[in-house]
């Protein structure tokens, strides 16, 4: 066995939740390693960082038992191990950037830009040896100091929940703020109803009950989402830019209209959403292939 095959990664990060999409792809990133045939197991964020001592002992117990039996939002669809301090001392820890500084004291740490660095927490506290890994290039302005290494992008297309199974009338305006938070929210109509913290199970059920669905939102996935069930999708324009500009920013979104205006085309290219999906399987395998050679490279394994 050479030393490729004995790399492993320990993932930092928040407990399953359906509704947030960064914790998603940090569960899947660590599903598609161990499929891959990497050693991949998760450090969830409540953890205690040392087990030291019989309080901390205590706490990882009680750790363990609140989440034995979750609620539904947050049981994973993957079957994946939690890491011993053990696994963190011989691994390649995956941090996001939310969290603060290195508190598994990990010697090789990857950071995984999943959103603008600073914007949930104000701060941006990380180690110059880092591997720095993006989601998405458009989260990273002309102040960050690091360099970035690479991208990283994995999606969850839940095809099993998001499907069209109404084909007669729709009726009504659904919307979504989520990231779009400090923008102003008066593009929906009076009376429209707001699905954040909705369940996926239930969102799927609004989204082929309603004509419109509006998000405030740029890059969130329930816009591919509202269109795969047949809703007509529209991402709130970013004021100064253009709708082409927009687009070009997403990759132009098959199926997503950028704009009321832009409606009709969002509905012409809707069937290559559904092509682009199996794609994105194909390009996410070879999006973590690299970015496992990047930490080779960068790390100086193999």
């Excluded at 914007?119 to 110059?128: E, L, Q, R, V």
């Excluded at 880092?130 to 992008?153: P, R």
């Excluded at 591919?224 to 082409?244: F, H, L, Q, R």
């Excluded at 682009?276 to 390009?283: A, D, L």
Aim: net charge positive; charged share 25%; with cysteine.
């Amino acid at each position: 066995m050479n030393n490729k095959d004995k790399i492993s990664f320990v993932i930092f990060t928040p407990l399953y939740d359906e509704n947030i999409g960064g914790i998603i792809v940090l569960h899947k990133l660590c599903s598609i390693l161990n499929k891959m045939g990497h050693s991949a197991k998760l450090w969830h964020t409540k953890n205690p960082t040392k087990i030291n001592t019989l309080r901390t002992f205590l706490q990882k117990l009680r750790y363990k038992i609140k989440y034995t039996i979750k609620p539904e939002k947050f049981q994973s669809p993957y079957r994946l191990e939690i890491a011993s301090r053990k696994d963190v001392e011989n691994s390649i820890v995956i941090y996001p950037e939310i969290i603060d500084g290195n508190p598994l004291c990990a010697k090789n740490v990857v950071r995984w830009i999943l959103y603008k660095p600073g914007a949930f927490t104000g701060k941006i506290n990380y180690g110059d040896n880092e591997l720095f890994i993006c989601y998405n290039m458009k989260f990273i302005d002309e102040h960050f100091k690091y360099k970035i290494s690479g991208t990283l992008s994995i999606t969850e297309n839940m095809k099993e929940t998001y499907q069209q199974t109404n084909y007669s009338s729709r009726k009504g305006t659904c919307y979504m703020v989520r990231k779009g938070d400090k923008r102003n929210l008066n593009y929906h109509p009076k009376g429209a109803l707001k699905i954040d913290g909705m369940s996926h199970k239930d969102i799927s059920a609004i989204f082929n009950q309603y004509e419109y669905f509006i998000s405030y939102d740029l890059y969130t996935m329930y816009s591919n989402y509202a269109a795969i069930c047949g809703c007509k999708s529209i991402v709130v324009p970013e004021e100064g830019k253009t709708i082409e500009e927009i687009a070009a920013e997403q990759n132009a979104r098959p199926g997503v209209a950028y704009g009321m205006e832009n409606i009709e085309t969002a509905l012409q290219t809707r069937h290559h959403l559904f092509e682009n999906n199996e794609q994105k399987e194909i390009r996410e395998q070879h999006s973590v292939k690299k970015f496992v050679e990047t930490c080779y490279k960068h790390f100086h394994i193999g």
